[in-house]
């Protein structure tokens, strides 16, 4: 049983718009979200986070939205660049968990020049 | 340069043949992990250490030994290797303060295949 899902494996944007990568999860105990990008051949590296306690955090172009009550988290890249163009994972972990952190599946991002 | 390093980086194997898969990381961590990716299943956690003596098992641990005997150093083992091991394993680390987010460092990610 999959505790964090995301449910879009690829989405195409057109560069300088705006992308929107979703991420569910079912586990009501995590209580800290993040956002990793991975390219090819390379390990996944930290992009953003957020606590229960927030609902919005901001990194530059980054953006990470959380809906507790929908356990539905989102990242918004504004403007999209090409170089965005990644693999991003949404990982979430509970206090007490010796904080393991679940991971999503994965969602292919694609930035058209 | 802070980082995890992961060796071999390739490797294609056969089954039966015992492999291990080497990471260190030179931050002091005291946390470290194992995962490995699949196709449509995201990174899923095999083994991981909160310090040096101390393993435990994560997701999918079936077909792997683990040993932390150093603090910078968390080798994946594979004592008989079977084809549905074939994936891409990543050794993560991080430092663990017991607060916040479990901020995670990877290494490069090691492709094992096993015919």
């Known amino acids: 049983d999959q505790q964090v899902k995301q449910n879009s494996p690829s989405l195409s944007v057109q560069e300088g718009r705006i992308s929107i990568l979703n991420c569910d999860y079912t586990n009501s105990m995590f209580d800290y979200f993040l956002w990793y990008k991975k390219y090819p051949a390379e390990g996944p590296t930290f992009l953003i986070s957020?606590?229960?306690?927030?609902d919005k955090n901001e990194d530059g172009r980054f953006t990470v939205f959380l809906n507790k009550s929908a356990k539905h988290l989102s990242l918004h890249i504004v403007p999209s660049q090409p170089g965005d163009s990644a693999v991003y994972f949404c990982?979430?972990?509970?206090?007490?968990?010796?904080?393991?952190?679940?991971f999503g599946s994965g969602t292919q991002l694609t930035v058209l020049p | 340069e802070a980082q995890v390093t992961q060796n071999p980086r390739y490797l294609i194997t056969v089954t039966g043949k015992k492999l291990t898969v080497t990471c260190s990381q030179n931050?002091?961590?005291?946390?470290m992990s194992w995962y490995r990716q699949d196709p449509g299943l995201g990174l899923r956690q095999i083994y991981y250490s909160m310090n040096v003596e101390v393993t435990d098992k994560g997701d999918v641990p079936e077909g792997y030994k683990v040993s932390r005997k150093e603090k910078r150093n968390f080798p994946l083992i594979l004592e008989s290797p079977s084809p549905n091991q074939t994936s891409l394993y990543f050794c993560?680390?991080?430092?663990?303060?017991?607060?916040?987010?479990?901020?995670?460092?990877f290494g490069a990610g090691s492709r094992l295949t096993v015919l």
């Open positions: 957020i606590s229960s306690i927030k």
């Open positions: 993560a680390s991080s430092l663990r303060t017991g607060m916040g987010a479990n901020v995670l460092t």
């Open positions: 990982a979430a972990s509970a206090a007490g968990s010796a904080r393991q952190l679940t």
């Open positions: 931050m002091n961590h005291e946390y």
